[in-house]
C-alpha cells in the first residue's frame, strides 16, 4: 500500500503532507520523518464540525465542549500522499464535481451581527469567520470558545471555503426581545436570591459569632468581678485585723504608762482585784529574737517585710509611702498585663529602682516573696510567666493598700 502520510521518527507524529512536515521540523527542530501506511485520523465532532486528528485531541475537546460525539472520517480524506513539496498555492487540488469539474469554492456564510460582534472584540474577520462556520454559527460563546481551542492552529487566520452549492443549516432562531427579557429577569432573580441566602447565611453566622463573644464577656467580667469582691473582703479583713493589733498595742502602752506613773508618784499599784479585767495580750513576736518565728501564710510574710520595711524607716514616713506606692506600681502593671515582659523584669542597678525600693530593707524582698527571681548574676529581678500567680499578686496589692491608708499599720 502505498504511503497515506508522513512519521515524524522523533515524536511520533503523523502528518498529512509535505508541508506540514516541513513546518513540524520549523517548530520542534525535529528531522527525522519516513512515509507510513497509516492514515492521520479525521475524527469530527458531531456538535460543532471540530475536526480532530488523534484520540487526544478528541479527549481534549470533550473536556472543554461536553461534545461526545464524532464521526470518523478517516477513510474519506485518506489518498496516497505526494513526497513533492508544492510549488504554490494554485497547484492544490481543488474540489471537483461529480462532472470532473472543479468546484466553486466561496466563504461560508455566517450571521453578520455575531461577526459584526466578533470584529468589535478585536478579532480578525477571517478568524472571526472560521471560528463562526466550524461552532455551528449560533451563539457568540461558542465562537468565541473555539478561537480559545484553536488559537494555536496553523489555518487559524485564513478564511474558510466551502463548495458554492453547499447547503448552509441555517443559525438558530435568535430570542425574540421579549424572551431576552424574561432570560435576563430569571437570571437576576437567581442572582438577587443567592445573594440573599448568601446574605443569611452570612448574618446567622455573624450573631453566631456576636453571642458566643458576648457570653465570654460576660463571663469574664463575672470573674473579675468575684476576684475584686475576694480582693476588698480580703482588704477589709486585713485592715480590720490590723486595726484591733493596733488598738491592743496602744491599750497596752496606756496600762504600763498608768503603772508608771503610780511608781513615780509613790502609790502602790492597782489591785488587780478592783481593775477592770483585761482581755489577754495578743502574742507578740520578738524581733530582736535571733531565730524570729516564719509566718505560715504568704500574705503574712508579705506583711511582716512590709512592717519590717516601715520600723526601719519610721523617721522618714514621705520614703515609706513612695516605697509602698512603688511597689503597689509594679505589682498592679503584672497583675493588669502579665503578657508584657517589660513589666516583670526590673534591673536592680536601676537609680530609680535604688531610691524608690532597692536601697530600703524589705524592698527587693517584698518582690521575691511576689515571685520575682535573680537572674543573670543578681542583675535582674524576673518574675517568669509561667510563675505569675494572680491571687499571690491580688494578696500582695491588698497588704500595699493597708500598708498605705491605715495609720495604725506598723505600730507593731
Known amino acids: 500500500m502505498a504511503g497515506v502520510s508522513l512519521k515524524c521518527g522523533d515524536c511520533g507524529a503523523l502528518l498529512k503532507s509535505v508541508q506540514e512536515a516541513q513546518e513540524h521540523a520549523e517548530l ?150 421579549e424572551e431576552v427579557k424574561q432570560k435576563a429577569a430569571e437570571l437576576r432573580e437567581r ?43 480580703a482588704l477589709r479583713k486585713a485592715e480590720k485585723e490590723e486595726e484591733r493589733r493596733a488598738r491592743e498595742k496602744i491599750r497596752q502602752k496606756l496600762e504600763e504608762d498608768k503603772a508608771e506613773r503610780r511608781r513615780k508618784l509613790g502609790l502602790p499599784p492597782e489591785d488587780p482585784a478592783t481593775a477592770k479585767p483585761v482581755a489577754p495580750p495578743v502574742p507578740v513576736e520578738e524581733k530582736k529574737s535571733s531565730l524570729p518565728i516564719r509566718p505560715a501564710t504568704k500574705a503574712e510574710q508579705m506583711r511582716e517585710c ?34 508584657e515582659e517589660k513589666f516583670r523584669k526590673i534591673r536592680l542597678s536601676n537609680q530609680t529602682f535604688q531610691d524608690r525600693v532597692g536601697s530600703l530593707q524589705g524592698g527587693v524582698q517584698f518582690l521575691e516573696l511576689c515571685g520575682f527571681e535573680k537572674i543573670e548574676a543578681g542583675e535582674f529581678l524576673f518574675l517568669p510567666r509561667g510563675k505569675v500567680d494572680v491571687s499571690v499578686l491580688n494578696s500582695a496589692g491588698s497588704e500595699l493598700n493597708s500598708a ?9
Not at 474558510?160 to 453547499?166: D, K, Y
Not at 438577587?192 to 458566643?212: A, D, F, T, V
Not at 506606692?325 to 497583675?335: D, F, K, P, S
Open 306 to 339: 512590709l512592717r519590717s520595711l516601715k520600723q526601719a524607716h519610721k523617721d522618714d514616713d514621705a520614703k515609706v509611702k513612695r516605697a509602698f506606692q512603688t511597689l503597689l506600681t509594679y505589682i498592679g502593671n503584672v497583675a493588669k498585663t502579665p503578657s
Open 191 to 233: 442572582a438577587r436570591k443567592k445573594k440573599e441566602e448568601e446574605e443569611r447565611r452570612m448574618e446567622r453566622e455573624r450573631e453566631k459569632e456576636r453571642i458566643r463573644v458576648g457570653k465570654e464577656l460576660l463571663e469574664a467580667k463575672r470573674i473579675e468581678e468575684d476576684n475584686e469582691r475576694k480582693r476588698i473582703m
Open 28 to 177: 520542534t527542530s525535529h528531522s527525522n520523518f519516513s512515509e507510513s501506511t497509516e492514515a492521520v485520523l479525521n475524527l469530527v465532532c458531531s456538535a460543532c464540525g471540530k475536526p480532530c486528528r488523534s484520540k487526544t485531541e478528541t479527549d481534549l475537546h470533550t473536556k472543554r465542549t461536553g461534545h461526545t460525539e464524532f464521526v470518523d472520517k478517516t477513510e474519506e480524506a485518506t489518498k496516497p500522499i505526494s513526497l513533492e513539496a508544492p510549488k504554490a498555492a494554485m497547484d492544490v487540488d481543488e474540489p471537483t464535481s461529480s462532472s470532473g469539474q472543479p468546484e466553486e469554492m466561496v466563504a461560508p456564510e455566517v450571521d453578520a451581527k455575531l461577526l459584526e460582534e466578533l470584529e468589535g472584540m478585536g478579532f480578525p474577520k477571517a478568524r472571526a469567520t472560521r471560528a463562526l462556520h466550524f461552532s455551528g454559527n449560533n451563539s457568540l460563546e461558542a465562537a468565541v470558545n473555539w478561537v480559545v481551542e484553536h488559537e494555536k492552529d496553523l489555518d487559524v487566520d485564513e478564511l474558510p471555503l466551502v463548495p458554492a452549492n453547499t447547503k448552509i443549516e441555517a443559525p438558530k432562531a435568535a430570542l425574540t426581545p
Open 404 to 412: 498605705i491608708n491605715n495609720p495604725f499599720f506598723g505600730v507593731l
